[in-house]
């Protein structure tokens, strides 16, 4: 199998090395605008670098491509990929708007590939677990499931993005919660069945403004309410709760990821 990356920043180089991994797999290119990052992660691991997209499609001819770049390109870069016959894995967000991931889901299936986005809590041993009791039947009928991810705003990650005011996290619809939601709700979604659930939302603000900019808008705690419809007698609603703080969350898991299904009857 033939591998190609796009977006030669931090978190590919997580692609690579799980990439590497696999006997049958061969990365074939690595592609950035930026002449200097495709050339750093090129070195480092004895890759090919490419500063032009269609340049690398057509000469190494890819099956899968990796998308790690910023979300609001995702779009864009999926779209040319697919048109050169390619499989794609993205990383989360999917896409930065919904109507760009229905056209993405349309054309994949037009070309006949696959499209992966890159929820990396799915195969956690404890997920698996609880997924497999709830398949077998042995929970019952989930009717309310809650999620919770900490982020560490003074952590790695967290520490780019309050220090740059144009990052590119400050650029999505959804700023910071967007970005990192998706890995509490990609834990939830098997047991969240209903296909138009209803969405309620609240953001809260409990940092006092520092920097007179973009960075003052960050929430420090994101609510979204999921009722599901389809259990008429539960009054309960499905919640994932997001929340950043300056300092760290719990304790073993960083940041902490909790998921709690509760079986028919069990709340009654």
Known sequence: MKIAVVGCGQIADAHVMEALKVPQVHIV?????????????A?????????DLDVMLSETQPDVVHVT???LSHYAIAKKALHYGCHLYIEKPFT?????ALELGELACKQQRLLCVGHNQAFEPGFLRLRRLYEQGELGEIVHVDGFMGYNLAGPFGSVIMSDPTHWVHQLPGGLAQNNISHPLSLMLP???????????VGLRKRLPLFGDVRDDLVDELRATIVLCRCAWY??????SWC???LAV???SDPPRTIRAYAMGAKR
Do not use: K
Request: with cysteine; net charge negative.
């Open 29 to 41: 290119g690595v592609c950035d605008q930026n002449w200097h990052m495709a050339d750093q992660l």
């Open 69 to 71: 770049t910023p979300p």
């Open 96 to 100: 930065a708007y919904l109507w760009e």
């Open 235 to 240: 009054e309960g609603p499905s919640v994932v």
């Open 191 to 201: 047991f969240l069945t209903d296909e138009e659930p209803q969405v309620r939302s």
């Open 43 to 51: 070195v480092r691991f004895s890759l090919r670098p490419f500063t």
């Open 250 to 252: 719990g304790q073993g």
């Open 244 to 246: 950043i703080e300056n």
